[in-house]
């Protein structure tokens, strides 16, 4: 039982926490907020940004609510941002029953509703893009949310996050939501230096605990075990200190043959009188932490090696693994295939088998949605789209998940798994990107996937964001993730990667053509280069730059404050302190001078020395007497001069050594040269030296006694004479405040020095980004789009053209537009030419159709020159080529904006329905971005229609 003061202290916190937002804001849960949720908002509550990291389920995305709560609170704007449009309209939908539907707008790169409003959800392009542009929109802005801020790390669309951190108005508190990643603190140190007062909150700890499972075989088994063998929580509540990877499963790999040789039963048939519906009925969340097929210690299946070993199980066929789960309680579940056949193949083989996980009540359900939701799809689309098999599979419970898809019929799928009607979905790792498609059990098919290059291991990260979705908090009780084990299967291996939560944040940041011309057209050079260096890349790259970057701007300050402050009523106290600076630096340049002349005095006369002479050396290392034994005149740097000095040494003097001018104050008789190879001869020859300098000690001063300085002339120079005569007859000179004047001048000046140094180490220590950027400001100079000012680059009228084009591809698409490349095309013929500009080939992509239209076949044509001769340009000034335009899928376009059906206009290719209206998409944002430009304006309007209809309108429009 607490003591009294300890009540007390709850009951005043409790008090507090009713009398501010935060109290206000949870009243709208029924359900007491976690310890770090109540830290992040009491963080903004507090005035300050905030980084939220916590894993996939949490809850954080409350931090961001009570931002939208506190926002409207105190009369200010906020803006939720999401790092693709999916999101961006689940949240608004979010946002619009919890607010109502006048409250709340939503801009995407093709939707824009109430705009205006004082909450709106968007993707972070469309704030990126208004803050380059100074938009009016961005007046009485007090929060930003940045969703899934862990997006940044993407190397396609990340650097638009860390622009938009970069830019935004440093009033603005700025709510950060990560998932957890292993390097927060890193992350959150940046967010510091970039955004001022920022609190950093993570928490590690799952909601739901997380079971670890691997299916050999027939078999599921506990990835992890204690000390006596029994299943452990490898993650969330109710996890130990002490747990152990399952030896038997090394035991049953080691020992295993396929499946049908074990169970006796034919490939693809399911067993007698089987419907999979075993585990359907049980209540989400009461799936047990050993399921009917675990095992810990049995010795079944030991004797499976009378065949021969094997390399490794066989993986069950995915029907046998869908009944393994639901016999299990295991449903609903996720299974990652790292592939779009794959997943469509897992829903043929599942139809082939007739596996069915739905019963009559839940097949009248989906039905109902089904015939409301698929209406829209014209009958002639039907077939093209796979909608028989689409339906026949989702009525049975199951269905595939991925980008290749109408995105029609993958929110349809969304929706479904997300009721429990749906039992399964085979997704690719798209799907695990902020979706909330909660699931009881994922299931990982293999631990290897292709990340656009080749095959490669799963990283601990991402195997941490792909069963992040397993046990999703208030729905289940408990999370299971699922490996397949099969051939050359590492039990120790997967639980490394089970145990390792690392998800480090990389930054994908790097200027940009486009960037490059907004960064000149807001700011000048070196404000320019410094926004580069308080990029998250250069942090990471050298975190003490960002810190110099910032130091620089407050010298600005600092420097500018002192300038004012630097006054005098008897006349122009800064002429007066340069005059002194004229004097020092005068005085400075004299003195180099003579030194100079010393230097070369020293040169001249270590190149008269003549073998035998015996010199005084008045400093430096060589400082003291020797013998000169051979002289090199034509050495680099010479003359060298190559001595025995007094102790039998050999060494070499050049002009560099010595401080000044060395002297000869004798001569001695040498043996040969090769006889001074010996040590007992070099030994002799200094002996007699010594005898012969008898008595002389100093050859500092046998050196004064023999040679002269170069004489000073600073008594006699006219120049130095006139300005100290200058400062004399100042007016200021005789101001009775001048010392205390000179001190401000002292201040201004040493802030001024500070700010040479800081400016010099931030040069010294420049990134490859502020190098790419020099090349690319080269180019673009080179190119027509920035163009020189005294010391500043500034961009000229195709270089503001240029900064209003948002592409992977933008220089080409200026490029194009300077040289009138798709100047005479009709609305179909842009909508081709704009296709081939913005498509990314897939490796399975056919040669491209020819189009009729002469016109298309001349701008691509003409695009195709530009893109050659800027890839030239681009290697001269050492810049990574821009991707050549690809025309793959330019004749569907075309078709589809001459009104075409879509079987029409797919006729003759299997490019997924799903990828062309992504594509298409893609391909109204740059035409809206182009509706501006005074000569391709109306046609570009006109192609956005063309191309703006049936299917790809109603995806856009959702």
Request: glycine share 8%; charged share 30%.
């Amino acid at each position: 039982m607490s003591s009294p003061s300890e009540r007390y202290a709850a009951w005043q916190a409790e008090k507090s926490l009713a009398a501010s937002e935060l109290g206000a804001f949870t009243t709208r849960y029924d359900f007491a907020l976690d310890d770090f949720q109540l830290a992040g908002c009491r963080v903004l509550e507090d005035g300050s940004s905030v980084l939220v990291a916590a894993p996939t389920g949490a809850g954080k995305t409350v931090v961001g609510e009570f931002a939208v709560h506190l926002a409207r609170a105190r009369g200010r704007k906020v803006f939720y941002t999401a790092p693709i449009k999916a999101l961006s309209n689940q949240k608004f939908t979010e946002l619009v029953d919890w607010l109502g539907h006048e409250a709340v707008g939503l801009l995407t790169g093709d939707t824009s509703i109430r705009p205006d409003a004082d909450v709106v959800v968007m993707t972070t392009e469309v704030l990126r893009n208004m803050l380059y542009a100074d938009s009016s929109l961005l007046q009485g802005l007090g929060f930003v949310v940045m969703d899934e801020v862990h997006y940044l790390a993407d190397r396609m669309r990340g650097p638009v996050w860390e622009e938009v951190i970069i830019h935004l108005d440093p009033s603005v508190q700025l709510v950060a939501l990560s998932a957890t990643v292993s390097n927060a603190e890193e992350f959150g140190a940046w967010l510091q230096e970039v955004r001022g007062a920022t609190e950093i909150v993570v928490s590690e700890t799952r909601p739901v605990p997380l079971w670890q499972h691997v299916v050999v075989g027939e078999e599921l088994m506990d990835l992890f075990v204690d000390d006596h063998g029994e299943p452990v929580v490898s993650h969330g509540p109710g996890v130990r200190g002490t747990r152990h990877v399952n030896p038997e499963i090394e035991r049953v790999t080691s020992f295993s043959l396929p499946v049908d040789e074990r169970s006796g039963r034919s490939r693809g048939r399911a067993p007698a009188g089987r419907k999979g519906t075993s585990g359907r009925h049980r209540p989400r969340g009461s799936g047990r932490h050993r399921p009917p097929h675990t095992r810990h210690g049995s010795d079944r299946g030991r004797g499976a090696s009378r065949g021969g070993a094997l390399d490794g199980p066989r993986p069950p066929r995915r029907p046998e693994l869908v009944r393994m789960l639901d016999d299990a309680a295991l449903l609903p579940a996720i299974m990652f295939i790292f592939s779009r056949a794959g997943c469509e193949g897992a829903v043929q083989q599942c139809a082939r088998v007739r596996l069915r996980l739905t019963d009559e009540d839940e097949r009248r359900a989906i039905r109902a949605v089904l015939d409301d939701r698929l209406t829209p799809i014209g009958v002639e689309d039907e077939e093209v789209l796979g909608i028989a098999t689409f339906r026949r599979a989702v009525l049975d419970g199951y269905a595939a998940h991925h980008a290749g898809m109408l995105p029609l019929l993958k929110t349809i799928v969304e929706e479904l798994f997300a009721s429990g009607l749906l039992k399964v979905v085979f997704a690719t790792e798209t799907l695990a990107l902020g979706i909330n498609m909660p699931a009881r059990s994922v299931v990982l098919e293999k631990l290897v996937k292709f990340n656009g290059v080749d095959h490669a291991d799963l990283t601990p990260g991402e195997y941490t964001q792909l069963t992040g979705r397993a046990g999703r908090r208030g729905i289940d009780t408990e999370g299971h993730a699922v490996v397949v084990a099969g051939p050359r299967f590492d039990a120790d291996a997967v639980g490394s990667l089970a145990s390792r939560r690392t998800y480090p944040l990389r930054s994908a940041f790097r200027p940009t053509p486009n960037m490059t011309v907004n960064l000149l057209d807001r700011f000048d050079l070196s404000r320019a280069r410094e926004t580069l260096e308080t990029s998250f890349a250069q942090f990471q790259a050298d975190r003490s730059v960002v810190g110099l970057a910032r130091r620089a701007r407050e010298l600005e300050d600092t420097a500018d404050s002192y300038r004012a402050a630097v006054t005098c009523d008897r006349g122009d106290l800064l002429e007066y302190a340069e005059l002194q600076e004229r004097i020092s630096a005068r005085e400075k340049s004299l003195s180099q001078a003579r030194a100079a002349a010393d230097r070369d005095r020293t040169r001249t006369m270590l190149g008269g020395l003549r073998r035998g002479e015996v010199i005084a050396v008045p400093g430096g290392k060589r400082r003291g007497y020797a013998v000169v034994l051979e002289v090199d005149r034509v050495v680099l740097g010479g003359p060298q001069v190559d001595l025995l000095d007094t102790e039998g040494r050999r060494r070499t003097l050049r002009p560099g050594d010595v401080p000044s001018s060395p002297a000869v104050i004798d001569t001695l008789r040498l043996p040969h040269q090769d006889a001074l190879g010996s040590g007992k001869v070099r030994k002799d020859t200094a002996a007699a030296l010594r005898q012969q300098l008898s008595g002389r000690d100093d050859p500092r001063r046998e050196v004064r006694a023999r040679t002269e300085r170069t004489p000073s002339t600073a008594a006699s120079d006219e120049l130095l004479q006139q300005l100290r005569q200058e400062l004399r007859e100042h007016p200021c000179a005789g101001c009775p405040e001048l010392e205390s004047h000179l001190r401000w001048v002292g201040r201004w000046r040493k802030a001024r020095t500070d700010l040479e140094g800081v400016q010099r180490r931030i040069q010294g220590r420049t990134s490859s980004l502020a190098r790419r950027f020099d090349r690319l400001a080269d180019l673009l100079v080179e190119l027509g789009y920035l163009a020189r000012q005294d010391e500043e680059l500034v961009p000229t009228p195709g270089g503001l053209r240029l900064r209003r084009l948002f592409s992977d591809r933008d220089l080409l698409i200026a490029q194009c537009l300077e040289h009138g490349a798709w100047a005479g095309l009709d609305a179909p013929g842009m909508a081709a030419v704009v296709s081939a500009a913005v498509h990314e080939t897939r490796r399975d992509d056919r040669a491209p159709e020819i189009i009729a239209d002469p016109a298309v076949g001349a701008a691509l044509e003409a695009t195709g020159h530009l893109a050659t001769e800027l890839q030239a340009a681009e290697a001269r000034h050492g810049i990574d080529p821009t991707t050549p335009p690809d025309p793959a899928i330019s004749a569907i376009v075309h078709r589809w904006a001459r009104g075409a059906h879509l079987a029409a206009a797919l006729d003759g290719n299997d490019l997924p329905p799903g990828d062309f209206v992504r594509h298409c998409r893609q391909v109204i944002d740059l035409l809206d971005q182009l509706t501006a430009d005074e000569e391709l304006g109306a046609v570009a309007r006109g192609a956005v229609r063309a191309v703006r209809r049936g299917l790809v309108a109603q995806e856009i429009d959702r």
